[in-house]
T-cell receptor
């Protein structure tokens, strides 16, 4: 069963606005990763944040991690139509190779 | 270089048929993973290989599912006596190293299996 819970399940915003997606998980983790999936395509890795990090940036992406609350957020600034996709968080626990994915947030950017 | 490739991209099987799904990982990648993604859901882990060794098969849902990677490169996921609940996208991912789990997974485009 999936560990992560993502919120919201769907998000629709206007181009240029910021999009924020949240992820909660249940067990202690080694790291948390965010992936994007365009319709009918495979997953693309966006960013990885380790359990001892609190915030990480990559271009228009900003990820935060709060291990005390077992939660993470992904912020996409200045959204573009091409950002329309599903976004998944995935957690990795120490010693385990598998990633455990959340159910995803479907993001729609309206032009 | 080429990414992870999977074939076929689409497969329609009648209930009860056996299917075989192929994954070609990125050359030199040691780790290989299979995931199952139901419609509208996130991927769920099936199994993991390090070279030719299958180190974790805890996610395989039943003994009808079998995966192999005999030479440590190409992998095949076989589903016997397919059932409607097997309909999903099957994703393969590979990773360069096996130590630790901070290494990036590169995912293939998936095989969409529909069981009728």
């Amino acid at each position: 069963s999936q560990q992560g819970e993502e919120d919201p399940q769907a998000l629709s915003i206007q181009e240029g606005e910021n999009a924020t997606m949240n992820c909660s998980y249940k067990t202690s983790i080694n790291n948390l990763q965010w992936y994007r999936q365009n319709s009918g395509r495979g997953l693309v890795h966006l960013i990885l944040i380790r359990s001892n990090e609190r915030e990480k940036h990559s271009g228009r992406l900003r990820v935060t991690l709060d291990t005390s609350k077992k939660s993470s957020s992904l912020l996409i600034t200045a959204s573009r139509a091409a950002d329309t996709a599903s976004y998944f968080c995935a957690t990795a626990t120490q010693g385990a190779q598998k990633l455990v994915f959340g159910q995803g947030t479907r993001l729609t950017i309206n032009p | 270089g080429a990414g992870v490739s999977q074939s076929p991209r689409y497969k329609v099987a009648k209930r009860g048929q056996d299917v075989a799904l192929r994954c070609d990982p990125i050359s030199g990648h040691v780790s290989l993973f299979w995931y199952q993604q139901a419609l509208g859901q996130g991927p769920e882990f099936l199994t993991y290989f390090q070279n030719e060794a299958q180190l974790d098969k805890s996610g395989l849902p039943s003994d009808r599912f079998f995966a192999e990677r005999p030479e440590g490169s190409v992998s095949t996921l076989k589903i016997q006596r397919t059932q409607q609940e097997d309909s999903a996208v099957y994703l393969c991912a590979s990773s360069l190293r096996f130590q630790g789990n901070n290494h990036l997974r590169y995912f293939g485009p998936g095989t969409r299996l529909t069981v009728t």
